[in-house]
């Protein structure tokens, strides 16, 4: 009996290393939070230690149909809720963020930060956003000094606000001197005006995401006998604001903050947990909710010889149905298939 105890406590001991291990890994929260201590009644070691299940191949010849879509999940739908909470705070001196799981934002800004993920520009950088939104053919990398990270490339950093945040108001106090006056410069054309304190950089939480924008290729595979979807790419989406001469700011669209390599993405969300509001005992991965698609998207756009969105030709509930139209065409090719 004694031993057994004493086994007892060297598997509790060990378990407790291993996932301090893990979760200074994956950055993302376990149920070991202290050595020794097990938040709950047993480890949960399934996701946090999963190996990520690859694709299948598909060769092109096998390939005898298929169709680009680009989708996008809204977050205020009650379906895509796992995917936009818990939410997360960030503070001048924190980032506060849940103690046992994380919003899929909080798990793409830790590892974007850590320089898992490679970043892609929305648009040519070099046009400072005034040129094409094309970001999702994944032209345009954005990239740190190899082996740096955003807490240690400044240059990468200073490049990173753009996308990861904003640059807050300016503020109306200016500097002042030791004896309390305020600060003046001169600018090169010889004019002078008040020096101000340089503006505070406003970065995006899990509470600004307001949906996830997919790229995905719908095909039949004839070897395998089946209609299967890969998600080439993904964005995360804020609203895109304006302000007025009185200060006041209102919503004027959306705004792709940058996009990400799927499959690069499937390492990390495989190993991070997702909550079923159905069994605290069966909670999935990201990489499982994708994979399984348990979410609710709304297609935007199809490949077409225009090249262009639904938008711009439907509007309101048309463009829904036309939406719910192409998906409609998209089963009923799987449906013909096994039609004789």
Not at 109 to 133: E, K, T
Request: glycine share 6%; charged share 25%.
């Amino acid at each position: 009996m004694k031993s057994l105890i004493v086994s007892a406590v060297g598997l509790l001991l060990f378990g407790s290393m291993s996932f301090a291990q893990i979760e200074e890994i994956n950055g993302g929260p376990v149920n070991v939070p202290t050595a020794g201590i097990i938040d709950g009644v047993f480890i949960q070691e399934h996701i946090p230690t999963k190996r990520m299940i690859p694709y299948e191949s598909v060769r092109e010849a096998d390939a005898i149909w298929s169709r680009r879509v680009w989708e996008s999940i809204d977050l205020r739908e009650k379906i895509n809720h796992n995917l936009y909470y818990p939410l997360d705070e960030i503070t001048s001196y924190d980032w506060v963020r849940n103690s046992s799981r994380w919003s899929l934002w909080t798990v793409i800004r830790q590892h974007v930060m850590n320089g898992d993920l490679r970043v892609f520009s929305p648009f040519n950088p070099l046009s400072y956003g005034l040129g094409a939104i094309d970001g999702d053919q994944l032209k345009y990398p954005i990239d740190p000094q190899p082996g740096l990270n955003f807490f240690t490339d400044s240059a990468f950093r200073d490049e990173m606000v753009t996308y990861l945040g904003k640059l807050g108001p300016q503020s109306d106090v200016p500097l002042t001197d030791e004896y309390g006056d305020p600060m003046i410069i001169t600018n090169p054309d010889g004019t002078q005006e008040y020096a101000y304190p340089p503006r505070d950089t406003l970065w995006f939480s899990s509470k600004d995401i307001v949906q996830y924008r997919l790229k995905e290729d719908w095909f039949l595979d004839k070897e395998r006998s089946v209609l299967d979807v890969r998600i080439i790419a993904m964005a995360p989406v804020v609203y895109k604001t304006e302000e007025d001469a009185n200060g006041n700011s209102s919503i004027s669209g959306m705004r792709e903050l940058f996009w990400l390599y799927f499959p690069h993405c499937r390492f990390v969300f495989n190993n991070y947990f997702v909550y079923n509001d159905k069994n605290d005992a069966q909670w999935m991965s990201f990489d499982d909710v994708f994979w399984k698609r348990r979410f609710n998207a709304v297609i935007y756009k199809e490949s077409n010889v225009y090249d262009r969105e639904i938008e711009s030709y439907r509007s309101g509930i048309d463009a829904l149905h036309e939406s719910e139209k192409i998906k409609n065409e998209i089963r009923n090719i799987e449906h013909d298939v096994w039609s004789f």
